[in-house]
């Protein structure tokens, strides 16, 4: 790979400078400590009917507690966990917590049209065990068909369309809903939406983002949802920040809302009294963090 013309010579040392940077080998060492050390934790970012009055569900989002640099973004760190194998240990252990927490709220009177969602990334779609690990925690945390929700982004749909086929009809066996995240910002093939069936959109934040000032773009996202409720899909704006947007998004039938408008993610401590506020479970029993 040495004999290559200047340019792509430039491109290949270029890679491999970035991948072997100091910076980068450094994290790369620090997660592997990090799952050994437990270092992750998940915080949690309720979901709201479009009328932004009634908490639907939640959705569970990986933070990395890193002993010396504090918070690493996802973005920052899904990537190395997926390059390292780390995702598949990682991912599992995402879904227990969340099976955890949904036994734990039942017990405070949560019912089961609550949502509680994962995410789930491109190299977790080949994982053999994801099926049947996920399988037997929702048998071993009682967790009733319905309430635990994957999310997939189209981009890894596409990338892995067997693995995701068969992953979808298993998880439906099962009773795993299935959200198509990010939708709008991958190929938005028509064909998927038909084929796999997922059960819920989330309309990526950047089509919700112009909304206020653009009809064009109102007109789009109202599209999206008349197209998916066609399709008995239920649809979730992202990224919703102003009350504008909200209004927009109820005046056009989209179902529920996600965003900082009305609540960021949080630890589960400060996530549980947000439910306690909006009543969907009662506040005076014992706390259910792990
Ligand atoms: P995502 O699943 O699309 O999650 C939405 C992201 O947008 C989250 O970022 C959330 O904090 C942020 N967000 C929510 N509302 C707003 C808003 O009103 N304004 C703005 N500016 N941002 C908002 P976060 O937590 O940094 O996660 C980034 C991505 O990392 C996620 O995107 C998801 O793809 C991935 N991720 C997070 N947790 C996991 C996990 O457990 N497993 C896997 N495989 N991926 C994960
Ligand atoms: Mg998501
Ligand atoms: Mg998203
Ligand atoms: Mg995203």
Redesign the pocket.
């Known amino acids: 790979s040495a004999k290559r013309s200047g340019r792509n010579q430039w491109c290949y040392f270029h890679q491999s400078q970035d991948e072997s940077s100091p910076e980068r080998l450094r994290l790369e060492a620090d997660i592997h400590q990090a799952v050994k050390r437990q270092e992750f934790e998940?915080?949690y970012?309720a979901q709201f009917s479009a009328c932004g009055r009634r908490m639907n569900g939640t959705?569970?989002?990986?933070?990395w507690q890193h002993p010396e640099r504090g918070m690493v973004?996802?973005?920052e760190f899904?990537p190395l966990?997926?390059e390292t194998g780390l995702?598949a240990e990682?991912?599992i252990f995402?879904i227990e917590q969340a099976c955890r927490s949904i036994r734990g709220w039942r017990e405070q009177g949560l019912p089961e049209d609550f949502s509680v969602a994962?995410?789930?990334?491109a190299r977790?779609l080949s994982d053999e065990y994801l099926l049947s690990e996920t399988e037997r925690l929702m048998e071993a945390y009682d967790v009733p068909p319905g309430m635990l929700e994957l999310?997939l982004?189209e981009t890894s749909l596409m990338e892995e369309p067997t693995h995701a086929r068969r992953l979808f009809e298993g998880l439906r066996a099962i009773g795993v809903r299935i959200a198509i995240?990010?939708f709008g910002t991958g190929y938005s093939s028509l064909n998927y939406l038909r084929e796999f069936a997922p059960d819920i959109l989330?309309i990526?934040?950047s089509f919700v983002d112009p909304i206020v000032e653009s009809t064009r773009d109102r007109d789009l996202v109202a599209g999206i949802i008349q197209l998916a409720h066609t399709l008995r899909i239920k649809v979730v704006g992202?990224?919703?920040?102003e009350e504008a947007q909200r209004a927009i998004l109820e005046e056009v039938g989209c179902d529920w809302i996600?965003?900082?408008?009305l609540a960021?993610?949080q630890p589960i401590t400060e996530f549980e009294q947000l439910m306690v506020d909006y009543g969907v479970i009662q506040g005076d029993t014992v706390q259910t963090s792990p």
Do not use: F
């Open positions: 998940l915080h970012q959705e569970c989002l990986l933070r973004s996802p973005g899904i966990l997926e995702i990682v991912g995402v994962v995410n789930i990334s977790q999310e982004t995240d990010d989330k990526d934040k992202e990224g919703i920040e996600q965003g900082y408008l960021r993610p």
